[in-house]
Structure formats: structure tokens, C-alpha cells
């Protein structure tokens, strides 16, 4: 077995929990802090209790809010976008505008008609 690859294990680790609780335990590190232990869990403790870790709840809610502003704004350009094409003449296809030219030219014909009488 080669000497030194393994590492110092220290017999004195202090845990120390986010609600204040602290026990010893083996580890190669001198100390540790942890967010829940035993004396905090619902498992252990039978009560609810509400945790929130690193701002989750937080976190969700900012990338809520810049959801729903995000789509106020698509919708302020779709909406702009549509009074655009509102306010614009609608394309006339072919067929229509053959029949408009038609039209035009029948009452040019009776006003000419009318015109000599």
C-alpha cells in the first residue's frame, strides 16, 4: 500500500446546522455546515415546516415577473403592428381588380351614353 495517497481523516469534525444545533463526527474536513439536520427535519421532528433553500422561491418568482412583462411587451408590439396593417389598404387580387376596372368602365360608357342625349 503506498504511504501518503490517502487523505488525514479527522476524528473531531463539528457539524454545524443552520437552525444552531452542532454535533462531532468523523470526516477529512475540520468542520461542516449544513442547512438541515436531524434536529430540524420534518422527517425527525414530525412538524411542517417550510424551507427554502437559496432563495427558490425568489428565484421563481423574478423569473415569473420577466415572463409576464416579456409578454405584456409582445403583445404592445402586436398589437401596434396590427393598427399598421389596419390603417393600410388591403391587397386587391387580381380577380377583384378586373372586376373594379370593369365596372368603371361600364358607368364611363353610360355617362358617355347620357352625355349625348
Known amino acids: 500500500m503506498k504511504k501518503d495517497i490517502h487523505p488525514k481523516l479527522n ?4 457539524v454545524t446546522c443552520a437552525c444552531g444545533n ?3 463526527t468523523t ?3 475540520p ?4 442547512e438541515i439536520c436531524s434536529a ?3 422527517f425527525y421532528t414530525g412538524q411542517s415546516k417550510f424551507v427554502d433553500t437559496e432563495g427558490r422561491i425568489e428565484k421563481f418568482s423574478k423569473r415569473l415577473k420577466l415572463a409576464s412583462e416579456k409578454k405584456l411587451k409582445a403583445d404592445a ?3 401596434s403592428k396590427k393598427k399598421k396593417t389596419t390603417g393600410e389598404t388591403k391587397e386587391v387580387s387580381l380577380k377583384e381588380m378586373l372586376r373594379k376596372a370593369k365596372a368603371e368602365e ?3 360608357k353610360k355617362a358617355k351614353v ?3 342625349k
Do not use: A, G, Q, W
Not at 11 to 14: G, L, R
Open 11 to 14: 476524528n473531531k469534525c463539528v
Open 22 to 24: 452542532t454535533f462531532v
Open 27 to 29: 470526516s477529512t474536513l
Open 31 to 34: 468542520s461542516i455546515s449544513v
Open 40 to 42: 430540524c427535519h420534518p
Open 77 to 79: 408590439i402586436k398589437k
Open 106 to 108: 361600364e358607368k364611363n
Open 114 to 116: 347620357s352625355e349625348e
